[in-house]
Every structure is written in C-alpha cells, then in structure tokens.
C-alpha cells in the first residue's frame, strides 16, 4: 500500500481517532514510520493466549477469530474481527499477555504497530501522545509508576494511595486549629503589651508546628501504596524519610477477596478495606482505606482467572510436546540445572593478614554468606545494632581497661601501699576478665543467631553460647503467605538494615522473624523471588506427574488395541452342510 492508503486506513483506528477529527497530517506522518504490513493465510494465528502482547493488529482486508480457553479449560468462543477492526491496544501502549487465541479464517492483510518501536516515536514526538485516544483502563496502566523491585516478566496492573478521605480524618483537625490560629492572629497584632507579644511569638510557633504537622501528613498518605502486579499484591509505606515498611501476598497463594465499607462516609466516598483470604485463612496485608476497593477486588480476580487460564494452556502444550516425543520415540530431554542465584555479598571480599582477617571476621562478621553453588544463602544480624543494643557492656569493658591501665601506670597520683600492688593487679584482672567474658558472651549471643534460604526452605536458628540452647524454626517456601520488611528508623534507613518477616498459614507459630538483617528490601526480594521459582516447579512437577498418569493410561490402551485378536465367528471353521 502507498503512504496515502496506508494513512486512511490509521485513521480508522480508535486509537488514532483524536488526530483524525483534528484532521492532523503532521501525526500521521510520524504514525508511518513505525507502521507495519503482514499477510496471513487461512489456520495461521496472529497470537496464542498467553503469548506477550506487544503488538497493535488492524484488519484491512480478512477475517480472524477470537477464542479464548477459560480456568476450567473450555474453549470459549469471543467472535470475529473483520476489515476496519483492531486489538491490542493494551499490549501497544503498556505491554501485557493475551488473554485470548486470534486464528486467521481467510487469507488476511494486517497493519500493525510494535511496542518497543511506538514507544521510541512517541519519546521522539511528545505532542503525540496527547492526542492519543486511549481507553480508560489503559490510561490508568499508563499512570503507575514503576518499580525496581518487579520481577522479569512481571507487570503493575494497579497502584493507588489510599482514599483521600484518610488525608483529610488525619489532617482535619490540625487544619481547623491553624485556621482558628489565623482568625485571631490579627486581633493579637493589634494588642499591645509584653503578654500580648509573647503570645504573638506562642501562637506563631503554634502555627508552624501545625503547617509542618500538615505537610508530613500529606508525606506519610502520599508514600502509601496499594499495588497489584500479574504475579502479586503488594503494600509500600514510607514514613517520610525515618522508616519503610513492605509487604506483600503472591496471588497463587488468594481464594477470596472481601471487601468492607464500615461506615456511610465510606460507601458515599467509595473507599473500604479490602480483605485477602487463601484456604481458611486471612491475609495479615495491610489494605484499609482503598479507594473504589470492588474495583481492586475485580483485578485481582481478573489476575487470578488468567494465571489459571494460563496454566490450563501450558499444561495442554506439554501433554502435546510429550505425546509427539513419544510417537517419535525420542529421548526426552533432561530437566534443566537448577539456576544459580545471582544475589552476591555486596560486602567487599578482603584478603588482609591473617590475625587482621581472624579479627574482622569475629567481631563484624559478612552479614550474607553464599554456598558455592549458589542454592544456599545464610544471613546473620547486623554486627552494628549489635553494638548499639549491647553498648553498655562494650563502655564497661572499656572504661575497666583504661582506668585500670592509667591507675597502674601512676597517671592519676595514685600509690597503692607496699604489699597491695600483686592484690590490685589481682582484683583488676578478675574485674577484667568479668567484664570482657560479658562482652564476648553478647557477641556469641548476638552472631550465632542466622537466618537461612535454600532452594525449597527457610530456616530460622536462635542458637545461646557454649551450646546452652538451640531452637530451630523452617517452613517450606510454598507455605508462605506473605512477606514483609522494615526498616524502623532513619539510622537503619542510612545503614540500610531492618528485619523481614513471613508469616504461614498457622497462628502464632506461623511467623517467622529475621531481625537486623542487611539489606532488608534485597532478603525480601529474594525470598519472594525463591518463593515464585518453588511454586513454578511445583506445578511444573505436579503437571508431569500429572502427563505421565495419563501418557500411562495411553501407553495401556494401545498395548491392550494391539495386542487383541479377532474372535473367530462361531462354525467358521466347520464345512457347510449340503441341503
């Protein structure tokens, strides 16, 4: 097709419909760089279900069905696009998955725009965008921000601050006492008098403590997230610049999803809690005040039927490719080596001497330690809260040791009488000794405590010096519901430690709390991360086993079709009688 044809056919596209009321030409010019055509025969397919979504499709000539497979693995069928139809805004604008089969009925001509290349043109004509005619989910997808924690692959489909209606219950009392303050502010101008001053000066102090009240508010609701992912849902909160606080709940793990709105301001506003259950248990995911929370509660739902229509798709791929092998009777493959973990220590490698090395290895010991083969990661608490928590016995020891020194040594004009010395020297090495055997007993105490992942486990160890005591808590990574970190002051902030906690489907003894870890977001994120590959080869392994139950049953029936003979037909073997 010649640019012409090709430019009237674009401004057949909801998408482009904006630029083509505004009868713009310039746009459309842009709009041909990134166009694209394709041919297609009759049984080809534009996408599978499941496939990445990356692409706009515009019919020009042709006809394509849609089908979709549901979670109960029913085929469903959604209907025909035919010349002058699209799909795949979504995927264009945002990138996705499809949620559906298109097959190509009869021989079919398409134009079609990719995502990386729409986003280039636009980042290169920002006028663009604007005019854009783009559909209100879209638009919302468009908005989120994004995130350094997202796994690859892994997509925001939501992000929200809770309701406004909160900002306003926190600060609503602080904002009428300011403005109160302001009302009689200028009668307390007018006075005169030492009194009225010092009131001036109080009432202005007043003021600004409730305008730094107002704005930190507005910080603390501005930096509380509710976000759903394809794989997750997930709540960040940030108390200004002191703490952090995440958590978050696969949504393999949810079955139900409430929703509460506990009073009329809620439902005239729209804002509720929305409430997170797997197999008879509720979530502990902080998710109150979320504004129009049905609508969360549909996309979570939503996530979930297409996870599951997903798997439903794979499953069916793989009894495909393993009845096709064993038609050919080829080997199959081996399973692939488990990958090994790319998290490192980010704490540098020192090859010092060897007493320097033994030194700094006892009293501030690598916070992560990682096997060779990558499976296994060992944390230990922080060496510094350590010190903090323990100060006074670390002050002690050294207070003990200098007054001890200076005193023997005559710096303070002290002789101790003829005879006394050996006792002095003796009294001193007993305090000594008590003092520094506290210190070392903190610091066993306080090490000998780790927290440990493997490929399938988190373990959890609280070990007391000199074997005295030794309690030992791990549960299997499927069995996590959600994950959480925080991060409990501006000091821990700066330092960047804090404490991860997990939380199973059991009560009290189901939480599990690794204290002053370094780098708490990055334990999190590779918790959740080992978590989300446990769960994939759960189901990939109970698939096979699944396959190879029913390849079994296969492999029975054409033994047993095989291998039956003929019944012969009763007398057929007799000679016919002569009438």
Known sequence: MDAGEIIRHLKRIPLFSQLAKENRKQPFRWL????????????????HQGDAA????????????????????????????????????????????????????TPTQVLYFEYEEFRELLKEHPSLRRHLDVEPRVARRLDVPEFSWLREGEMVIFAERRHWAYLVKRTGPVAVLFLISLVIFPFLIAATGLISTVVIILVALVDLYLV?????????????????????????????????????APLSKIEDVYVDQPSFAANALNYGDVILHTAGEQ???????????????????????????????????????????????????????????????????????LVWHSIKEYFFPASWNISEDGTTIRWKRYWLPGFFKHFWYFFGFFVTTVLGLLIFLGAFGISLPEGWFLTGIGI???????????????????????????????????????????TRRETRLDRIQNISFDIPNIIARFLEFGHVMLETAADSEGRFHLQWVRYPARVQAEI??????????????????????????????????????????????????EE
């Not at 008590?434 to 493997?454: C, K, P």
């Open 528 to 577: 959740s991360r080992r978590q989300s590959e446990f769960a994939a080869e759960q189901r990939k392994a109970e698939a096979q086993r699944r396959q190879e139950e029913l390849l079994s049953w296969f492999d029975i029936y054409d033994n047993m079709r095989h291998s039956r003979r003929p019944m012969p037909m009763a007398g057929a073997d007799e000679p016919l009688e």
């Open 54 to 105: 990356n692409r706009l499709y515009y019919i020009v000539e042709g006809r394509v069905r849609l089908s979709r497979v549901d979670r109960d693995g029913i085929n469903r069928y959604l209907g025909d696009l035919g010349p002058g139809q699209s799909v795949g805004q979504t995927g264009l604008l945002v990138g996705d998955i499809h949620d559906a089969s298109a097959q190509v009925l």
């Open 283 to 353: 979530v502990e995911i902080d998710l109150t005040g979320v504004p129009d929370p049905m609508q969360l509660r549909g996309l979570v739902f939503r996530e979930l039927e297409r996870s599951r229509a997903r798997e439903i798709i794979e499953r069916k791929g793989r009894i495909r490719e393993r009845l096709e092998a064993r038609l050919r009777s080829a080997e199959e493959e081996a399973p692939p080596l488990p990958k090994e973990s790319t998290l490192r220590s980010s704490e540098p490698s020192v090859q010092p001497s």
């Open 428 to 470: 001193w090495f007993l305090i000594e000794g008590i003092a520094f055997g506290l210190v070392l007993w903190q610091l066993e105490d306080w090490h000998n405590d780790y927290f440990e992942i493997t490929p399938s486990r988190v373990i959890v160890v609280y070990r007391k010096p000199l074997l005295l005591e030794e």
């Open 212 to 248: 730094g009240r107002m704005i930190w508010e507005y910080i603390n609701w501005r930096d509380d997230l509710f976000i759903l992912t394809t794989e997750r849902i997930v709540h960040l909160e940030r108390v200004g610049p002191f703490e952090s606080h995440f958590e978050e």
């Open 32 to 47: 041909l760089e990134g166009a694209h055509e394709a041919e297609y025969e009759p049984n080809e397919w534009l996408f």
